[in-house]
């Protein structure tokens, strides 16, 4: 009896809701609305990790919505994250998991309602996890709460098939899923549910963009940051993943009908059981690089940058920036180095058409030291500064805009240590910030670095806190208004022009 009784409140998810917030994680126990789960207990923080959010999206839930998660009584061991979402091997993590809807909580020892921070990984919506982010110091130096989740990704996460009605953004709603799980349990680990920042990298940037210009997502986010990436995002041949043609964050309806179709077609499939029965190595085996967001659903009826324009999306506050360097790391990983001028024409080919030759000259080879950083310095304004910038303008126009540039020309590499030719510094490369927001190891930080991180800490999180990231003994952050933008460097925090540093001016005429 009670058991049942038990059952029934956790159900109703009466626990989660009347749990004190003093209480919360005593013992490493917190009691989630579909459960008890025991984490782990540190001096200064609690770590909980594989929690599941929403049901396991398997067989007949391939390509469905995300459904509720089944209730459970004995405590769950949250000591270990949730496996990693199916996915091909491109960014060295091959899955064939499709049980996956889990999520880690981080939060200071501290009691008291805290601001929430969730966070979406990078990866282009195909590859990596929120495993690996390790959130203690942005958690205990900023007293939030931290959530790191995990989607559906590639064909399993955005497929846009015409037999499957408002398909195409799966993995933007088990982000809802996520967020609305945020929003009944944030209390229980000592959050506020009433103050919620999304905030991603990459394409977890691109999915930021989503949550702010999404129906969908409206009361689920109090503040949004998006970093190296946005609504206006587009890149040609071999401008992100070399290899891979150009695209954009969000696709048509009609385009993503005609590729799904294509694939069944491919995988000797004609109709959606088909594909539904067959197992996900079959799908893991293709690659397509990264992945866009079909739009012309309920999850996004128009196009983000239209949503934007037109002042009908979800105005909250706003972070939105870049890395200096963005392009050099895709730079490096074009091959053959070293790259030659004859290559760069290629490359800038490729992509650019017959307006390569007027871009070479715009930047050329001798002006950027090699034709390797003068190709890294075209991805840098084209693909991703002058976008965010772009985004920055249409923004600033409804809601507090606040952007900036990470600028730590001496980012440390961690994994990223002999992927960079001679001729290609890496600069301050596409996700070098995140060594300094989380503990990603092998990134270790010099002192002045860890000073650099703590501020972009107080920063973050002040944001998250007030919608303003200015506070007490940190240089003064403007609102962006024309093409300012806070750069980020070790003992170097100063204002800049966007457009100047990013020769906008030169791509908008293009």
């Known amino acids: 009896m009670r058991k049942r009784l038990l059952t029934a409140l956790l159900t109703a998810g009466l626990l989660a809701s009347t749990a004190g917030v003093a209480d919360a994680g005593e013992n490493g126990l917190v009691w989630t609305d579909a459960g008890p789960v025991r984490g782990t207990v540190a001096a200064d923080h609690q770590l909980y990790q594989g929690i599941p959010y929403a049901a396991p999206p398997v067989g007949d839930l391939r390509w469905r919505s995300p459904q509720p998660v089944t209730p459970w009584t004995t405590p769950r061991d949250a000591t270990k994250p949730g496996p990693v979402c199916a996915q ?172 799904a179709v294509a694939l069944a077609r491919q995988l000797g499939c004609s109709d959606v059981a088909c594909l539904r029965a067959l197992p996900a190595s079959a799908l893991t085996a293709i690659d397509r690089g990264p992945t866009p967001i079909v739009i012309g659903n309920r999850v996004l009826p128009v196009h983000p940058v239209d949503a934007l324009r037109t002042g009908k999306f979800n105005r909250v506050p706003v972070i939105w920036g870049n890395t200096r360097d963005e392009g050099r790391l895709t730079s490096a990983y074009s091959p053959p180095h070293p790259i030659t001028d004859a290559r760069y024409l290629e490359l800038l080919t490729d992509a650019y058409d017959e307006q390569a030759p007027r871009i070479a000259a715009e930047y050329p080879s001798s002006e950027f030291g090699s034709p390797g950083l003068a190709y890294g310095a075209v991805l840098t304004d084209d693909v991703w500064a002058c976008n965010q910038l772009a985004d920055d303008r249409l923004l600033a126009r409804w809601t507090k805009t606040y952007a900036y540039e990470f600028a730590d020309r001496t980012a440390p590499l961690g994994f990223f240590a002999g992927a960079f030719p001679p001729e290609i510094p890496a600069g301050a490369f596409h996700s070098s910030e995140l060594a300094y927001l989380f503990d990603v190891p092998p990134f270790e930080l010099n002192p002045e670095q860890r000073e650099l991180a703590d501020q972009m800490i107080r920063y973050w999180t002040r944001f998250a806190a007030t919608g303003n990231p200015n506070t007490h003994g940190l240089p003064t952050w403007r609102k962006h208004r024309d093409g300012n933008v806070l750069s980020l460097a070790p003992n170097d925090i100063k204002e800049a022009n966007g457009y100047q540093v990013h020769n906008c001016d030169f791509w908008a005429g293009l």
């Open 88 to 259: 091909a091997a491109g960014a060295g993590s091959p899955s064939t998991n499709e049980d996956c809807l889990y999520l880690n909580v981080t939060t200071p020892s501290r009691h008291g309602r805290k601001p929430v921070m969730v966070w979406v990984h990078g990866g282009g919506n195909s590859y990596l996890s929120g495993e690996g982010f390790g959130a203690r110091r942005l958690a205990v130096q900023g007293d939030v709460v931290v959530v790191t989740i995990n989607f559906r990704l590639g064909f399993f996460g955005f497929l846009g098939h015409p037999d499957l009605p408002d398909s195409g953004a799966y993995g933007i709603e088990d982000q809802q899923a996520a967020l609305r799980w945020v929003k009944r349990n944030a209390a229980a680990f000592g959050g506020d549910p009433h103050n919620v920042t999304v905030f991603g990298e990459s394409g977890g940037a691109f999915d930021v963009c989503a949550h702010v210009t999404s129906p969908l997502s409206r009361g689920l986010v109090d503040k949004a940051i998006a970093q190296s990436g946005g609504c206006s995002t587009t890149w040609g041949d071999n401008g992100v993943i070399h290899g891979f043609p150009g695209s954009a964050p969000f696709i048509a309806k009609d385009k993503a009908a005609a590729d």
